[in-house]
């Protein structure tokens, strides 16, 4: 076999230790080294085996003269030399490594692992990186029978998710490893996590939530100044058509070709941040001649139109790109960002060109204004109310709590949509108004279920990031909880990702701290949309994290969301933290969720969010359903 460690060339020798050198440090860090078997680790080897059809399957770290199995199935031995180590080379690749027949392949025909048992004939694996991005491991497969065709792309997706999980597993690992004393300095983990939580996976760029700081900083700094700031949107044109075409992992090379071309193209003062999916957004400052602007606007088109390549496969591309500038089109981040938007809606009408706003592109802007008018309205009038979503326990059936949902009644006291008021939570004066009129109803309310000894459980209220732009929102909140002499146990408040990354959000940990401390549950709404939620789990105490309804949407349908499902539960039972799956609209998801160990559901399979003159009896029909 073709060992990783050979005569090469002096100064590739040299690279070769210094990763070697890199890879066992940032392995010790994490401190598993022949450590004990671990559920959550044998649970994904044992499901990738079963995934892929093969006998065996491991997680393998690659150490500097050897590779030990954190997990396995299907091999005795914990470890073997690295000389016989296929991952070894697994490590050093940028994709993932199939051998479709191990015999045919000069680096291994004469591996000990071929030659003798487990004698492997196909193997595919994929690398595990540190939080430094370090390849540290490898996910792997093998078979004692050769497999001609390889692997398909949605294999070689799967395979790729599969072992982004095993990479939260080990920071989660670490996380609780550091609480107790056993891992690195607080400070150094902390820094990493806040890296990830910052930064997009895929392309290493800046992401929203980070690129929203960055513009906030750039509009105050220009305020000072009186200078300009450009915000441009950037659409990769026809990205879902590549992707179902020619596969995720073309799709996925080309995003981080935009993302290497976007960064080379703009200045260094510059930011390019990817916002999700295909979109990216850049950051232009401190420009004096709009000529600057259209000259980089110029060269980004010219860029992103070259072809890439990719395995020997010439890709086309192409970008639109949408531009707004401060103070010229609007005065706020938020209006510079739709002013942004709607220009990038009218470049991608004619694709692979770049549009500035206009005035006559205000039709959506006019239209969320209606909507901004009608939340007004209700508010002013005190039509905001609650309705409230039944909890159960799904090993039980029995109810277990509700959230509160914000509801809006028009002047004539009938019902309206959600979508109708929707844009006034992005709007900081109406969602502070909204949340007080909330609290102070669902307060109410609970106060009124409590008098009449009706065995509600607890009732969620859900928070934003414009509660905790003043510091006093834990102390009114508690006040007013006393007020009405309730117990702050039967209290929930929600927090997303949003509340940490908004401008209050310094304020986040000390009001967490006094409702926690006070009995109020802290529930992590969204849970798995942001690595930032590693973060969260490691600063604040969290007692609920709640699986976001769009994984929960695709179990049995998306390979990729139903792992993550599992790796999601997985975490909050091992931290001791009750899960609760949100969205759940059928029996197949709810078993599924039972199954995995989650301890709570939410969704229309239960139940609607209902008027609170339904809660009563919501709360006598599931008492009885789980008598029965």
Known sequence: MDSPVRDVPHEQ??????????????????????????????????????????????????????????????????????????????????????????????????????????????????????????PIAALCVFDPQARPEGLTNLERRTLKVLASQVEVLLEMRRLVMERNGQVIAQSALSKRLRHVAEHDELTGLPNRGLFQKRLADAIRKADQDESRVALMMVDVDHFKQINDSLGHD??????????????????????????????????LGEFSREEEVTEIVQSLINRLHEPITHRGRLVECRASIGIAIYPDHSDTAEGLTKCSDLALGEAKQSRGCAETFRRDMTEEFELET???SVARRALAEENVIAHYQPKIDLNSGTL??????????????????????????????????????????????????????????????????????????????????????????????????GVFLGRGSHHVARALSLLSQAGVRIALDDFGTGYASLTHLREFRVDVLKVDR?????????????????????????LGIETVGEGIETNEQAAFMRTHGCDVGQGYLFSPAEPRARVPLLVSQFAKRAAA
């Not at 290497?260 to 990817?274: F, G, H, M, P, Y």
């Open 13 to 134: 020798d040299t690279s070769l230790r210094s990763r070697a050198e890199k890879r066992s440090n940032a392995i010790a860090e994490y401190d598993i080294l022949d450590s004990g078997p671990e559920l959550e680790f044998d649970s994904i080897v044992m499901l990738v085996a079963q995934i892929f059809g093969t006998q065996s399957a491991a997680i393998s770290f690659v150490d500097t003269d050897r590779q030990w199995f954190k997990a396995r199935c299907g091999i005795k031995p914990s470890e073997t030399p690295i000389s016989a180590s296929f991952c070894a080379h697994t490590i050093e690749v940028d994709d993932i490594l199939v051998i479709k027949d191990a015999r045919a392949d000069p680096r291994f025909a004469t591996n000990p692992l071929v030659t003798t048992e487990p004698f492997v004939r196909f193997y595919a694996g994929v690398r595990i990186f540190s939080s430094d991005r370090i």
């Open 370 to 372: 209606q909507k901004l």
């Open 550 to 574: 769009t994984f929960v949407a695709g179990i049995g349908k998306n390979p990729d969301d139903t792992a993550i499902v599992r790796a999601l539960i997985g975490l909050g039972n091992s």
């Open 250 to 283: 073309v799709g996925d090379a080309l995003l981080r070709s935009f993302a290497r071309r976007l960064r080379s193209t703009v200045r260094k003062s510059d930011t390019v941040a990817r916002l999700g999916g295909d979109e990216f957004g850049i950051l």
């Open 400 to 497: 277990v709590g509700f959230e509160a949902l914000a509801r809006c009644r028009s002047s004539e006291r009938t019902p309206m949509l959600p979508e109708s008021f929707l844009p006034a939570f992005e709007n900081r004066e109406l969602a502070v108004e909204i949340s007080r009129q909330m609290v102070a109803r669902v307060l109410d309310d609970v106060c009124g279920w409590v008098s009449r000894g009706i065995k509600f459980g607890h009732v969620a209220i859900n928070t934003g990031a414009a509660d905790f732009l003043s510091d006093d929102f834990a102390e009114s909140l508690l006040a007013q909880i006393e007020r009405r002499g309730l117990n702050p146990s039967v209290i929930e408040v929600e927090i997303t990702e």
